[in-house]
């Protein structure tokens, strides 16, 4: 089993940019797929975007496209997430997960990942 601690959460500005990270500790991180999930007040937890075990393929919910991109650093062993161009339906807290299932693209549920952190909170004011 995994350990994953986040960070990187806090305030920001509509249209700024944050970047959280994910440091994990216990087992072979190298050997984990990858996710970030959000949920805001009053709604589901929703899938943010996944990575493969090397990093070599990267997968995203539409709403996140072009905005968020997802990256690995296995030789520190955490998992990154740049978001850019925040808006305020971004305020969240986000969590890092670990597990998942291959191909990415059929791995977007809770169920699907075995390693939760506990969150952080982005809150994005207008």
């Known amino acids: 089993q995994v350990q994953l601690v986040e960070s990187g959460g806090g305030l920001v500005q509509a249209g700024g940019s944050l970047r959280l990270s994910c440091a994990a500790s216990?087992?072979?991180?190298?050997?984990?797929?990858m996710g970030w999930f959000r949920q805001a007040p009053g709604k589901e937890r929703e899938f943010v975007a996944s990575?493969?075990?090397?990093?070599?393929?990267?997968y995203y919910a539409d709403s996140m496209k072009g905005r968020f991109t997802i990256s690995r650093d296995n030789a520190k062993s955490t998992v990154n997430l740049q978001m850019n161009g925040l808006k305020p339906e971004d305020t969240a807290v986000y969590y890092c997960?670990?597990?998942?299932?291959?191909?990415?693209?059929?791995?977007?549920?809770?169920?699907?990942?075995?390693?939760w952190g506990q969150g952080t909170q982005v809150t994005v004011s207008s």
């Open positions: 997960a670990a597990g998942g299932k291959w191909p990415l693209w059929s791995a977007t549920q809770m169920t699907d990942f075995g390693s």
């Open positions: 990575i493969s075990w090397n990093g070599g393929s990267t």
């Open positions: 216990g087992g072979t991180f190298s050997s984990y797929i």
